[in-house]
């Protein structure tokens, strides 16, 4: 299907003024569904274009995995004649997002009170750090940034707190880290597909457009806190932020006889059933497994009497002794042993394709799956940088001299 667009949003077209991580996965999400992705460059280029490795300039692994299924133009927002080329092209289109901070957005006249007086039906989607009328909106947002300021950071810390009061030798520096990956960027990312989705849903039944933001340190937030705020939740006295489950001691990967396992005994059933299966009878009838008033504030000691237990067998014992007593256990995979899960192997997660410029590439599916109007990871390939620039004008409406003046008046790359 490359090269043809299908999907449950076939028909809709998004002019996408993001970059980097957080813009760009939400509106490859809305790629991957069908809509025509346009992604506006400045002469440089996306900055996670750089990022290696690459096989060819301008086109790193990173950016790669992260816009698919877009087109690329190219235009010099500092010249009035590129404003003017982007008002047109987004004057057809559905969904204008940008992840600019407010004053530079108001300098380059991208505001939707402006937009929306050449497309009433245009959804404008911001998709900034912080939220605009709060005191940190114009502070420059990356993924690390808001971990750190989210309390994302601090989890680890929390959880090594914990590990001290039991296993002093385990417990490391007992400072904030990041999660290694960008955690950030991506979940809120996809509240901005979400986002943006919603509108579109609003404006089918009421052909009203409307402006939306979202904004990444108070969706990372939202996200840390769903479990976090924990006691805090009671006001004014409840008990300290912090969920005791996920910050216990013990909540990690098991040490087996011969590897990892996540082991997760989570209901009653669950819990009665694990201390059959590692003969511990004496606490099948205990209080502290069957009553969850019980067992919720004391869940740590529970943890603990797993990680005792699962260095007396194999992985793969214990994975058989789970199964039959029907209680949650997985092996811990390493990244490279993703590629030969048998699991995704048998749904066909990853996908191999040839890329006109680059060659032999894999990505991973897309992973909703619709009965009627399937998504798909190779609509479009990875456009190079700017190579849809003319398609793009041109569908606007701009005659070839007006093309040409356009490319003509670019910094030479």
């Not at 043809?4 to 813009?23: H, P």
């Not at 979202?214 to 006001?235: N, R």
């Not at 694990?274 to 511990?280: P, V, Y």
């Not at 191999?352 to 590439?361: F, K, L, M, Q, Y």
């Amino acid at each position: 299907m490359t090269g043809k667009t299908a999907g449950a949003l076939k028909g809709i077209r998004v002019v996408d003024l993001t970059s980097v991580v957080f813009g760009p996965y939400a509106t490859q999400t809305l790629g991957d569904m069908g809509a025509d992705v346009i992604k506006v460059e400045a002469p440089e280029g996306d900055v996670l274009r750089g990022v290696t490795p690459t096989r060819t300039d301008g086109m790193g692994v990173v950016f790669m995995n992260i816009n698919r299924n877009k087109r690329s133009v190219v235009l010099d927002l500092k010249q009035p004649a590129h404003r003017a080329a982007l008002d047109r092209v987004v004057a057809t289109a559905d969904v204008f997002i940008h992840s600019i901070r407010p004053k530079a957005a108001e300098r380059l006249g991208i505001a939707y009170e402006r937009l929306k007086t050449a497309n009433d039906r245009l959804i404008h989607c911001t998709a900034v750090g912080f939220a605009s009328d709060g005191p940190y909106a114009d502070t420059p947002a990356y993924d690390d940034i808001i971990q750190g300021l989210s309390g994302t950071a601090d989890l680890n810390r929390r959880q090594r707190e914990a590990v001290a009061t039991v296993r002093p030798h385990d417990a490391g520096a007992m400072a904030p880290t990041f999660v290694p990956g960008a955690v950030a960027d991506k979940t809120a990312g996809l509240i901005v597909a979400q986002g943006i989705l919603a509108a579109l849903f609003h404006r089918e039944r009421t052909g009203e457009g409307q402006s939306i933001e979202i904004p990444m340190f108070e969706a990372m937030t939202s996200f840390t806190l769903l479990e976090h705020l924990y006691g805090a939740v009671h006001q004014p006295d409840g008990a300290p932020f912090g969920y005791n489950r996920s910050l216990a001691p013990d909540r990690r990967p098991f040490p087996t006889k011969d590897g990892f396992i996540t082991v997760m005994p989570f209901t009653t059933r669950h819990w009665r059933s694990f201390f059959a299966a590692i003969g511990r009878d004496d606490l099948v009838e205990a209080p502290l497994v069957n009553d969850p008033n019980i067992r919720s504030p004391r869940i740590a000691e529970l943890y603990a009497l797993i990680a005792e237990a699962m260095p007396s067998r194999t992985t793969a014992d214990w994975l058989e002794a789970m199964r039959a007593a029907d209680v949650p256990a997985m092996p811990v995979n390493r990244l490279e042993d993703l590629a030969s899960d048998p699991h995704l192997a048998a749904t066909g997660f990853f996908v191999d394709s040839e890329h006109p410029t680059e060659g032999a590439v894999r990505t991973t599916a897309p992973p909703i799956r619709f009965s009627a109007t399937p998504a798909s990871a190779t609509h479009r390939p990875v456009p190079k940088l700017g190579a849809d620039t003319r398609d793009v004008l041109g569908e606007a409406g701009f005659s070839e001299a007006e093309i040409e003046a356009i490319e003509g008046s670019l910094p030479t790359r």
